[in-house]
């Protein structure tokens, strides 16, 4: 599996981002799709993920009604739509995959195909 994420940019406080991960393959629809971030100087830290056919999804607290994880497994492709950003939302974007058929994996080892990030800058 290979996910090319995409969709970041530079953005003003409480504005919106949309990003994007396509995944490669014929399996897409079997696996557990998530999104984490890394800020500078922090360690890579969960944000949302969705299970393989779109009917659950889990948030980090810090993000949970204003960031929405979705997917489209027609066109292999998971979306984060972010929503009222902050500043402290200024990280490197990684979307995710894991075979595992769970709502709630959070940790980054539970994970075993990442894309290559997507940088998402949030100014005050």
């Known amino acids: 599996v290979q996910l090319q994420a995409y969709g970041g940019g530079l953005v003003q406080a409480g504005g919106s981002l949309r990003l994007a991960c396509a995944a490669s393959?014929?399996?897409?629809?079997?696996?557990?799709m998530a999104w984490f971030r890394q800020a500078p100087g922090k360690e890579r830290e969960f944000v949302a993920a969705?299970?393989?056919?779109?009917?659950?999804?889990y948030y980090a607290g810090p993000v949970k009604g204003r960031f929405t994880i979705s997917r489209d497994n027609a066109k292999n492709t998971v979306y984060l739509q972010m929503n009222s950003l902050r500043p402290e939302d200024t990280a490197v974007y990684y979307c995710?995959?894991?075979?595992?058929?769970?709502?709630?994996?959070?940790?980054?080892?539970?994970?075993?195909?990442w894309g290559q990030g997507t940088l998402v800058t949030v100014s005050s």
């Open positions: 995710a995959a894991t075979p595992l058929a769970s709502w709630n994996l959070v940790e980054v080892g539970m994970y075993d195909y």
């Open positions: 969705i299970t393989s056919s779109g009917g659950s999804t």
């Open positions: 393959g014929h399996t897409f629809n079997r696996w557990t």
